[in-house]
T-cell receptor, first 116, second 110 residues
Framework: NAGVMQNPRHLVRRRGQEARLRCSPMKGHSHVYWYRQLPEEGLKFMVYLQKENIIDESGMPKERFSAEFPKEGPSILRIQQVVRGDSAAYFC??????????????FGEGSRLTVL | EDQVTQSPEALRLQEGESSSLNCSYTVSGLRGLFWYRQDPGKGPEFLFTLYSAGEEKEKERLKATLTKKESFLHITAPKPEDSATYLCAVSSTSYGKLTFGQGTILTVHP
């Protein structure tokens, strides 16, 4: 049973380019979360999505960042016009249900974005 | 705003030397407190969920406890393979919006 799959694992972009990060949740999971881990900082919540719906995007920067989770295919985190401060590890997590009665989020191994 | 503070930032132990990691939190309404383990270059791996003060959970050499203001992760007779960063997180929502602490980097020497 494959875990949460993220790609690419490593991505290098120049300032002003676009970055697209993909996340395929575990089989049977319809709830996807994106977290960001900046250097020397803890994991920060960005967005929570269900199929075709954004449920909570309170952690997303107001500009340049967007996320989607279409009916078919992986979830995509898109960063337009990247800046050096966007360099970080971006983690995707999934869960089978919305509720935290088990408390378990399954995390992927992350996509590490470097902006030159 | 939910906040989580973990201490110490780093802990070095000899194999077999038991110790505890601390997680202090403030939250508007605790729905759950979580412990994760993260190895270098990997994503966090779920360990425990605690829901209410007084609750305890165990897994192999690890035991997590919860009070109204803090949680402890006790490590009994650790082994080198227990070396990792241990993350504490809380949620005040009914879904997976977690507030993480900075983590404690545990190193266990043989």
């Amino acid at each position: 049973n494959a875990g949460v799959m993220q790609n690419p694992r490593h991505l290098v972009r120049r300032r002003g380019q676009e970055a697209r990060l993909r996340c395929s949740p575990m089989k049977g999971h319809s709830h996807v979360y994106w977290y960001r881990q900046l250097p020397e900082e803890g994991l920060k919540f960005m967005v929570y999505l269900q199929k075709e719906n954004i449920i909570d995007e309170s952690g997303m920067p107001k500009e340049r960042f967007s996320a989607e989770f279409p009916k078919e295919g992986p979830s995509i985190l898109r960063i337009q016009q990247v800046v050096r401060g966007d360099s970080a590890a971006y983690f995707c997590a999934s869960s089978r249900e919305a509720g935290l009665h088990t408390g378990e989020l399954f995390f992927g191994e992350g996509s590490r974005l470097t902006v030159l | 705003e939910d906040q989580v503070t973990q201490s110490p930032e780093a802990l070095r132990l000899q194999e077999g030397e038991s110790s505890s990691l601390n997680c202090s939190y403030t939250v508007s309404g605790l729905r759950g407190l979580f412990w994760y383990r993260q190895d270098p270059g990997k994503g966090p791996e779920f360990l425990f969920t605690l829901y209410s003060a007084g609750e305890e959970k165990e897994k192999e050499r690890l035991k997590a406890t919860l009070t109204k203001k803090e949680s402890f992760l006790h490590i009994t007779a650790p082994k080198p393979e227990d070396s990792a960063t241990y993350l504490c997180a809380v949620s005040s929502t009914s879904y997976g919006k977690l507030t993480f602490g900075q983590g404690t980097i545990l190193t266990v020497h043989p």
